[in-house]
């Protein structure tokens, strides 16, 4: 729900004997508003599936995702252990039928396909992923079709899975009540929503029926099942320092942020105020293609409030759009004046930094992403792969690319390049006094130069240009439309068939430190700047994940830990949703705990795995096995000869 994120609404069970219905109290008491300690959800909220009585019961209860469910259950927070235990149709599913995720893409092309009556040659042109998987499998030597597994696996979802094992459609349209809507909404449709919830439970039921023979023949041995049960008991104890953590980790974030910000910002006025007066943009190397056309600030309401006060001169001065881009909306409550929404993942950062890479100054194109502009030599621009204007369609477009390449300050180009013992070809640019003679080709520049393609890719000597261009991974040349010069891609951590989406990402510290990257006249601040994304990355990629983490606490109304009721606060629990099989390799899927990195003193939040402390009177036990898998391999080896150390794998493994 929109307003009780943290808590459930409704809840619908079915056994053998009767159907059984839960409502939240808050659903039937409006005025029933229980606060969150720090952040953190009550038990009384919480669903209750067990009584003083049953306790000892051993009990199962089955569900579609239940791992998501159990989230919402109060015995999952319990600190002391029950016999109840919880079995996914989702993750037998996933073992059995579920897809990867180029079968996902070709699934759901077929599916879009069928929809609107296409053939299944129409499949193979919709997307690289689903091309790839269809050129690399070879289904004609198994006697299929490209398509003919399709009709025998499912995404993920109930109603997919539905359809596959019962054949039969599931409406799912009303669970946007839950999703979208409020308490209230709920109230307004409560038949409505108590129908849907048992469609759902009576759909979940039809499916392990089906689901269950299938699953016990694939995979008879009972450790299977027991593990499954077992690994959806995942319980997390936490105490006051959880919420210590994420205050200090925010607080941390926002500061560096805010630094990162200041120095942005500083820029962007430095440019403006030094490059509009006699044009001198048009000359510079990464400021020439930049939309410098005056406008007037968006006007400010007289009850705005500037922040600091700004002259009424300076509200109707004229500046660049690019400029108007990066300022507030003055419409805002806590509007602040000059460029403050600027962060270095724009495109527009890597210009006002001039940043270079072994010299040459960054450029960035739609098509490719971030690279260098070299001056061409005569083979290289022979040989250069043409980037077509249309290859990307004017909606898709960030900017004007290939209609503003006639403005680029050819001349400052190789005159900079000259000046800074840059090589070029004095064949292919004689408008330059300046230029030297260099009389290799390409691959000189790839075989001598070190700072020019610094080794990421190895170039044969007895490569020619034209096998170089064929590979699929090539870094350039490419000829993106401005005469005379050559571009080449910045390397990816994943290979340059992947574009760059901002060098000042934190994989790009350590080619500062060696001298790869760097700024005209910004090194400092550059290195300032990288060094904070590094800093921040792992906080800004997880900290949605686990701000939103279901903490629950045991106290002081609660179970309390250690006697007094005085102990008993800061103590609770996280129950991580855990899909036990989340993977058709049947690995279990979580998206942060099982994700969660070791403690690195450079890396805001990385403590994460550290905030789960045992309560008092409890230590928590860490074990691992190194290569297990390899492990099972070994075993599994020797199972088929018969004897210990059968094959050669299995020796090795229980050796070491």
Known sequence: MTDSRLLPTLAVALTKDAWYLWCSPRLVDSTCTTPFPEGRASLDLLIPLETDKQTDTPRLVVGHNVGFDRGYVRESYMLESSNLRYLDTMSMHISMAGLTSSQRAIWQAKAAASKRGLTDSHIETTTKIVRDHLNRQSYSKFGISKFDWIDQCSPNGLADVYRLYCGKKLDKAKKEVFIKGSLQDVRDSFNISVNYCA????????????????????FPHPVTLAGILEMGQAFLPINSNWEKYIRLSEETYNRFKDEMKNILSEKAESVKKNYIEGQKYEKDLWLWDLDWKMTKPTRILKSTVCNPPVSASALNAEIPVWYKDLMMSPNKPDYITGPVNISSNMMLSPKLLRLTWSGYPLHHTDQLGWGYIVPSTSEATANA??????????????????????????????????????????????????????????????????????GFIDLDKQSSLSKLQSSSNIAGPYNIGIEGV??????????????????????????????????????????????????????????????EQK????????????????????????????????TVTRRGVERTWMTASNVDDNRIGSELKAMIQAPPGYNIVGADVDSEELWIAAVLGDSRGGWRRKEPGSDRELMD
């Open 486 to 547: 050559n571009f080449y891609k910045l390397p990816h951590s994943n290979g340059y068939q992947n574009n760059v989406g901002s060098p000042l990402s934190r994989e790009y510290l350590h080619h500062i430190e060696e001298g790869r990257l760097d700024s005209k006249d910004s090194h400092d601040l550059v290195l300032k700047i990288l060094d904070i994304n590094r800093k921040t990355s792992y906080w800004r990629g997880n900290r949605d994940r686990i701000m």
């Open 385 to 454: 792969k043409v980037v077509a204007p249309n290859s990307i369609k004017p909606k898709q477009s960030k900017r004007k690319l290939l209609d503003d390449y006639s403005k680029f300050p050819l001349k400052q180009f190789l005159d900079y390049c000259s000046d800074n013992n840059l090589r070029c070809d004095e064949d292919t640019f004689k408008k330059s006094p300046k230029v030297k003679k260099v009389d290799e080709e390409l691959d000189y520049y790839a075989e001598e130069s070190d700072s020019f393609i610094d």
């Open 551 to 582: 903490a629950v606490s045991w106290g002081p109304d609660g179970e309390c830990v250690g006697g007094g009721e005085s102990e008993c606060n800061g103590y609770g629990a996280i129950v991580p949703l855990v899909v036990v099989m989340g």
């Open 199 to 218: 469609s759902d439970v009576l759909a979940t039921v039809k499916v392990l029926d089906s689901l269950l023979p299938q699953f016990i023949s694939r």
